[in-house]
């Protein structure tokens, strides 16, 4: 079996030593060749050229950014043919080893939090031929993991990534700290200006924030799991969960209802749709826009689609 395992260096939970841990594991397994990511968006590319090769297994070293750029540079490719073969089966299959700082995907696939653990998980499966088939999400012409934001949440993780920029370490006290000052100090909460569209469906007007997701959880805090939409799953099409309004009482319940033990958020303030094949979100002004936590900048208008049995996951 053939492999590329894509590095990037600026993992936040794995080392250079770690690093070669990993790829004399692997090469117990397969013929691996490592590729290391030198910029936002490299891993694409090194991705794409990979599936071109005709290579059976890409795995990644990083976090949730960089699995979402590599299965963003898998869809786009062009692979060899296979006669009566799906997308899924003539694509390489993905393995995600976590190094990041949450490893949103790879723990929604069942493997550890933790890197040695999941690289045993991975190469068993390997070895078992183990695999499972993931749909994923599409907005316009980009595909994501888990889950997309449109307004506040992505507000949230700009302030995140902007102090991480400042050499600040990616915590659930940065995180929460850049929630509360989005929501009281950053937040047009007055004037909710986006619209939920459906093909034959009346839209759903005047939206606050929108949380799309297409797993369950949607991230954590820690230990903890973040579940605005539970029912969500590979498997299936989109949930989305929306809010109305913004106001503190109405918001602070919502948020508490996430995080509970048995989630399921409900309230006059709330909107959730499950298993949506497809929707577009349109804004009266720019909100914040972020796919599988990433911030992608403002957007007015994104066409979400889900796309079923897309990849196939070594887990």
Not at 170 to 192: C, E, G, K, V
Request: with cysteine; aromatic share 6%; net charge positive.
């Amino acid at each position: 079996m053939r492999a590329v395992l894509v590095v990037n260096p600026k993992a936040t939970t794995t080392s250079e030593r770690s690093r070669d841990v990993l790829v004399r594991a692997l090469r117990s397994e397969v013929d691996l060749s490592v590729r290391y990511t030198r910029r936002r968006g490299h891993a694409v590319a090194l991705a794409r050229e990979a599936a071109a090769e005709g290579v059976d297994l890409v795995v990644t070293l990083g976090g949730d950014g960089t699995v979402n750029e590599v299965v963003n540079g898998l869809m786009t490719a062009d692979p060899p043919q296979l006669d009566d073969a799906s997308m899924a089966e003539r694509l390489p299959a993905l393995a995600t080893v976590p190094g990041g700082s949450t490893n949103v995907f790879a723990r929604a696939v069942g493997l550890p939090r933790e890197w040695p653990e999941a690289t045993s998980m991975i190469l068993e499966g390997l070895r078992l031929g183990r695999s499972r088939t993931v749909g994923l999400g599409r907005a316009d012409d980009r595909y994501f993991t888990f889950c997309a934001g449109f307004g506040l949440d992505a507000a949230v993780i700009h302030r995140v990534e902007q102090a991480r920029r400042k050499g600040r370490v990616s915590t659930p006290t940065l995180y929460l700290r850049s929630i509360m000052n989005q929501y009281f100090f950053a937040s047009d909460r007055r004037h909710p200006a986006i619209s939920l569209e459906r093909p034959g469906e009346k839209a759903e007007v005047e939206l606050a924030t929108v949380i799309i997701q297409n797993t369950a959880p949607w991230t954590y805090l820690g230990d903890r799991e973040v579940n605005p939409n539970p029912a969500a799953s590979f498997d299936l099409g989109l949930d989305v969960l929306a809010l109305r309004q913004l106001r503190v009482a109405s918001t602070t319940r919502t948020v508490t209802q996430f995080l509970g033990r048995q989630p399921d958020p409900r309230g006059r303030q709330v909107l959730r749709l499950h298993d949506t094949p497809e929707f577009t979100l349109v804004s009266s002004r720019p909100q914040a826009f972020q796919l599988d936590g990433d911030y992608l900048g403002e957007r007015e208008k994104v066409r979400f689609t889900s796309v079923p049995a897309a990849l196939r996951v070594i887990c």
